[in-house]
């Protein structure tokens, strides 16, 4: 069993940054896919990136791509996401997800077998 505990959310100006964290438990966090994902009032899950287990290799959605970059450190378990130049179109709830099978595209939320709990993020315009 995997916990996974996003922290990092909240209000910020239009503009702005952010970064999330997402701590894992376990020993085995170094042999894991790792994705956020988000989701806004009223719209379906979306995929926001993903990367490898060893952290060379990383998939950005076309909506975040240039402006937020993942990354992670396999001795904290932890995964990152760092978020700037905010746009009031990226308010959602954020979450973390750890697959540890690669038989989907990492940007397929039914490849993930964990799960936090999320962490808002709101951007004011």
């Known amino acids: 069993q995997v916990q996974l505990v996003e922290s990092g959310g909240g209000l910020v100006q239009t503009g702005g940054s952010l970064r999330l964290s997402c701590a894992a438990s376990?020993?085995?966090?170094?042999?894991?896919?790792m994705g956020w994902f988000r989701q806004a009032p009223g719209k379906e899950r979306e995929f926001v990136a993903s990367?490898?287990?060893?952290?060379?290799?990383?998939y950005d959605a076309d909506s975040v791509k240039g402006r937020f970059t993942i990354s992670r450190d396999n001795a904290k378990n932890t995964v990152y996401l760092q978020m700037n130049s905010l746009k009031p179109e990226d308010t959602a709830v954020y979450y973390c997800?750890?697959?540890?099978?690669?038989?989907?595209?990492?940007?397929?939320?039914?490849?993930?077998?964990?799960w936090g709990q999320g962490t808002q993020v709101t951007v004011s315009s």
């Open positions: 990367i490898r287990s060893s952290g060379r290799s990383t």
């Open positions: 997800a750890a697959a540890t099978s690669f038989r989907l595209p990492s940007d397929e939320s039914r490849g993930y077998d964990y």
């Open positions: 376990g020993r085995t966090f170094g042999n894991y896919r």
